[in-house]
């Protein structure tokens, strides 16, 4: 088993949460150690949700397995029932519990509760954590929707949002965003599950007209299953771009009868902005994309057709989508990565060389430590991706915010080589890093100068002027090193191609067998690369 600092998903109990906590009366009860209580962590401290998820671990201890977990089980399910009582429970083990066989469906049939009781059994060693939220919701809809009555005319149709959960990236923002084109183009909103969903909701789910699945990773098997059992059609467009948002309403008008409206809103700036003198100067940007298939294939396309920018990496961890990954890479003539090692993204990127990323919290931290702009576009996020701020990502409102979260950067990659002019300046001196990027340094490397000038004697309050100053880098045994002349040429190159252009002329300059690298060296390369 490899051992990996972070990891793209959790295990499927993960999922399982997510699920739970996103609905309003269900009940998990979870058959744990005492360690996996961890997982609460992630609502109340990165989604800081104002209450606990809604899961009673057993949490067993290392002296219980030699007696009856099976009864700690049945007891943390009596204790639930009483303490909570919730519509509905959802039982099942965690990835550790799992190996102790104790079958918490038959257990909690056993204690006859007057609810519903859903047995998840979600392959911790074979699955993980956005599998285990589909299979959750899709058991919850199989369980629980009831076969609709009668069709009765409605003034206007209706359909359900199927996909949004707790822990998800923007989806509160984007149900509101959604919610309302879909108003706006004459469609009701009958059911938004699992989020804020209840279980009476999930009951009348069959009653809508059609189904809008917004996150398949989610909502695509329930979707399928309302299909098969009761004829309810479902969109396959999401809505993520100017581009797709277009198309995601004709397909909307086309399951409805709808007329599709000429005119996009007031609202949809992000396609004048692109073609914007401010922008232009982006046009064929290599950018290198990896999250979640659903938000990485939606983010190649807008890069490509709504930015301008050049694809050069795309990759998911979603293996169950790995198909649609890979058919969409070939469009821009690369191959996919599918992988959950975080170490195999960045060697690809590190290979690559790309100018911006659009990624998960890990790119987020690959591109600090290569000093590369990034922007985070799928989970895994951080605290900082749950903002207070109304920030969709779906829509014509969404298209805005991604070009604002996606551009922002490479303008301030311009703003920053200006800066660089000023130099001397105390502020702006070569040992500060882009303030758009943070340090991209360890503290313990940076050393203090204090120049002759500004040592302070005894008989003056004048205060001391301190610059921070990186060491000079160790080359390696088979490395070139840079004149000073040389360095002070590359320092004039904008800092965000700086690290390519100093890695292309150390490669020209190894293989030539070059010791020194010389002003004369740099351009040499520069040219070499350019043909």
Known sequence: MQLTLWTYEGPPHVGAMRIATAMRDVHYVLHAPQGDTYADLLFTMIERLPRRPPVTYTTFQAR??????????????????????????????????????????????????????????????????????????????????????????????????????????????????????????????????????????????AEADFNVVLYPEVGLAAAQWLQRQFDQPFTKTVPLGSHATRDFIAEVCALTGLAVPAHDPDNAHAHWYAKSVDSTYLTGKRVYIFGDATHAVAAARIASQEMGFEVVGLGTYSREFAREVRDCAKLY???????????????????????????????????????????????????????????????????????????????????????????????????????????????????????????????????????????????????ATWSPEAEKELGKIPFFVRGKARRNTERFAQDLGVVTITVETLYDAKAHFSR
């Open 64 to 205: 219980d397995l030699g007696g009856d977990t099976a009864e700690l089980f049945k007891e943390a399910a009596r204790q639930a029932m009483e303490r909570y009582k919730p519509a509905a429970m959802l039982v099942g083990s965690s990835c550790t519990a799992e190996l102790i066989q104790d079958d918490p469906g038959g257990l909690a049939q056993a204690l006859k509760l007057p609810i519903p009781v859903v047995a998840l059994d979600l392959p911790s060693y074979q699955r993980k954590e956005n599998w285990g939220a589909s299979e959750t919701f899709y058991q919850l809809c199989r369980h629980l929707v009831h076969k609709p009555g009668d069709k009765v005319a409605k003034a206007r149709p209706s359909c359900n949002i199927l996909g949004p959960s707790a822990l998800g990236f923007r989806h509160r923002d984007d149900v509101k965003e959604i919610t309302q084109l879909l108003n706006q183009l004459g469609v009701d909103v009958a059911v938004v599950a699992p989020l804020n969903a209840s279980v009476a909701d999930l009951q009348k789910l």
């Open 333 to 479: 003539g690369i191959e996919a990565l599918i992988t959950d090692d975080y170490l195999e993204v960045e060697t690809q990127i590190n290979a690559l060389q790309p100018e911006l990323i659009l990624g998960t919290q890990m790119e987020r931290h690959i591109a600090k430590r290569h000093g590369i702009p990034c922007a985070v576009i799928s989970a895994p996020v951080h605290v900082q991706d749950f903002p207070a701020r109304y920030a969709p990502q779906m829509g014509f409102e969404g298209a805005n915010v991604l070009f604002d979260t996606w551009v922002h950067p490479l303008m301030m990659g311009l703003e920053e080589h200006l800066i660089g002019m000023f130099r001397e300046d105390f502020e702006f001196h070569a040992g500060a890093a882009p303030s758009h990027l943070g340090s991209t340094r360890p503290a313990s490397d940076k050393a203090v100068h204090v120049t002759a000038e500004s040592k302070p004697s005894t008989d003056t309050l004048t205060p001391v002027s301190v610059q921070a100053v990186a060491p000079p880098a160790q080359a390696a045994s088979n490395q």
